[in-house]
């Protein structure tokens, strides 16, 4: 399945059979009752939820997070018959949208709370909801002054069918770090406001902390889509983004010569340039003008000068005069360079690189197995 434009600067190929794979490893570290969810928020990290989503329904997943709910409301059409939460809550006045397209808020606040109530009420029935309760995180969910409130107040809460209780970890991913145990015994003890709900507490990282945090759901994102959930460590999820670069002209400079916006770069020698159609506008940080590379053969090719908006400029005296031409591809994300190292040179996380990549590249998505979505009539991949 193809999507976009043949002239596209790059290509990213979007691997769904690694995803799916990626959900079956996760999936067998749990007990057997545990459910893996799957969090597609920010357009799957920017994979494309509507691809992604119905990948992971395929291989079994039936609880989907997004963090929006407009990304509920687009998202609804690609994945019929599966809850959607609504990470980021209720918003102010979308109660009977929420409704309509079937999604489950995610309650934060007991404001929150009292609007579903409400919307219950005026249609005469039950409404399903998630209660998030801050365990440490002072980001999002109920504090334990509010939980009092919810419960010394019983009945103004009327209407609303709890579907599970969670939280979120701030730390999962730093094994050792306090955070996790008083996280834990915090969840644990506010918890015991909602007797006999289920619980879910675990990203991916916190899918790796061991079964004492899986409780009853367990919800990873970036670990489905390969960023590495244990950093520092053999990253045991599988790669599922390429991206490869378009080369659009080759030229030779003589020693003395400067490249890019600024003059940044000087040549100390004479050098051959390619330049690439992809730039910052595409998600590459300008950073990469001072450490970056891109890889031809397993073999890195610094990136000279300025990133621009819509190209960089690459050294490619080291390869074989004709091995890179006009319309050459040669790898940003891939074998070489993973979306942890990338993210690495650009000075941050993998999550940030993913929801950055540009909305100008050609994409290919291998594995496709929505038959029920339009898009890809005819266009059954295997
Ligand atoms: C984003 C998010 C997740 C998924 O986190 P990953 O680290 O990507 O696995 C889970 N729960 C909540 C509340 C989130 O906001």
Redesign the pocket.
Known sequence: MSDGARYAGAVLTIDLAAVRRNYRSLRSRLGPRVRCAA?V?ADA?GLGARYVAPALHAEGCRDF?V?HLEEGLSLRPHLPAAPIYV?NGLPIGGGAECINAGLVPVLNSVAQAEAWSRCARALGRRLPAVIQIDSGMNR?GMTERELSRWVAAGSQFAGIDVQFV?S?LAC?DARLHAANAMQIAKFQRLAQNFPGSLLSLA???GVFLGGDFHFDLV?????LYG?N?LPGQANPMRAVVRLNARVIQIRDIDKGAHVGYGWDFCAEGPLRLATLSIGYADGLHRVLGKNGAVYCDGRALPIVGRVSMDSITIDISELPRDRIVPGSEVEVIGDHQSVDDLAEAMGTIG?EVLTSLGRRFERNYLGATDVSSPEFAGELLS
């Open positions: 969090v928020k990290y997070f963090a990470l999002l969670m979120h999962a990203n991916s990282a919800r990873p994102g970036s670990a960023i959930p999550y």
